[in-house]
């Protein structure tokens, strides 16, 4: 685990059998404060960056989407789930799959969008709009969002 709050750490890897390269991944730990939805699409940037020195995204909208769900779903835990939550990043055969665990154990909901008003309800819709797959697996302390996007 990284030892400062936002740092991102290499995980170990395994057995590479999906491709020839190695498949990068990444961690980042946030304490859940407002700033840190900004934290961790930061640091979602910074994965981004390495690996698209690998291989760029098939289009450049795939970068932009992977920044956004990243950011709701931070945005999410920051709202919703009281404490740390911890950003997962790491490069699939053709993809990347993103994982947020919070501190709620109550899987998120669509809500109703209503333009006309400010109070929110899209974030999750867009998630699962630009997302291949998406996945909540409640545990005893929380809850990890799993969301696999093309790269």
Known sequence: MPGREGEMATEPRGDDTLATEEIP????????ELHHVTGARLAAEEFLDELARASLPATPEHWDDILLVVTELAANAVQYA?????LR???TFDGVHVTLSDTSTTPPAPRPFHP???SGGIGWHLVHTLCDQVSVVVHDHGKDVHAFLPW
């Open 116 to 118: 006309s008003h400010s």
């Open 25 to 32: 991944s990444r961690t980042a730990c946030f304490a859940g």
């Open 82 to 86: 009281p404490g740390p939550f911890v």
């Open 89 to 91: 990043m790491r490069r």
